[in-house]
Nanobody, 126 residues
Framework: QVQLVESGGGLVQAGDSLKLSCAAS????????MGWFRRAPGKERNFVAA????????YYADSVKGRFAISRDVAKNTLSLQMNTLKPEDTAMYYCAACIVPRQISVSREGQCNYWGQGTQVTVSS
C-alpha cells in the first residue's frame, strides 16, 4: 500500500522559511515524478514544484520560482520542499504527490498524479 506522509507545516511570519518533508513508502518510485501541490482556502489545488526521479530535473510554478527548492533523498525515499521568503499568499494546504508521466511531459495538473498525501498546513502571517 502506497503511503505519502507530509510533515513540517506550521505558522510562520512573512519572510520566514519552512521546510516540508514527504516520506514515501509502499513501493519503489523508479520512473516517477514527485511533486508538491497546494490548495488555498476556496481555491483549486495547484502545482508548486516537481522533480523527475530519473535524473533529478526540477521545475517550479512561476509564483514560487527562486524562493522554493524541491529535492529528494533516494536512500531515505523522502521528498522535501524548502520554502524561503514566504509570503501570505503562500498560505495553503501543501500536498505531496507521486505522478507517472512520460519523461518529456511536465507535471502541472493534479490529474496527472496517482498517489497523494493527506497534506500539511502552511500559514504565513503578514
Amino acid at each position: 500500500q502506497v503511503q505519502l506522509v507530509e510533515s513540517g507545516g506550521g505558522l510562520v511570519q512573512a519572510g520566514d522559511s519552512l521546510k516540508l518533508s514527504c516520506a514515501a513508502s509502499g513501493r519503489t518510485f523508479i520512473g516517477y515524478t514527485m511533486g508538491w501541490f497546494r490548495r488555498a482556502p476556496g481555491k483549486e489545488r495547484n502545482f508548486v514544484a516537481a522533480i523527475r526521479l530519473t535524473d533529478g530535473f526540477t521545475y517550479y510554478a512561476d509564483s514560487v520560482k527562486g524562493r522554493f527548492a524541491i529535492s529528494r533523498d533516494v536512500a531515505k525515499n523522502t521528498l522535501s520542499l524548502q520554502m524561503n521568503t514566504l509570503k501570505p499568499e503562500d498560505t495553503a494546504m501543501y500536498y505531496c504527490a507521486a505522478c507517472i508521466v512520460p519523461r518529456q511531459i511536465s507535471v502541472s495538473r493534479e490529474g496527472q498524479c496517482n498517489y497523494w498525501g493527506q497534506g500539511t498546513q502552511v500559514t504565513v502571517s503578514s
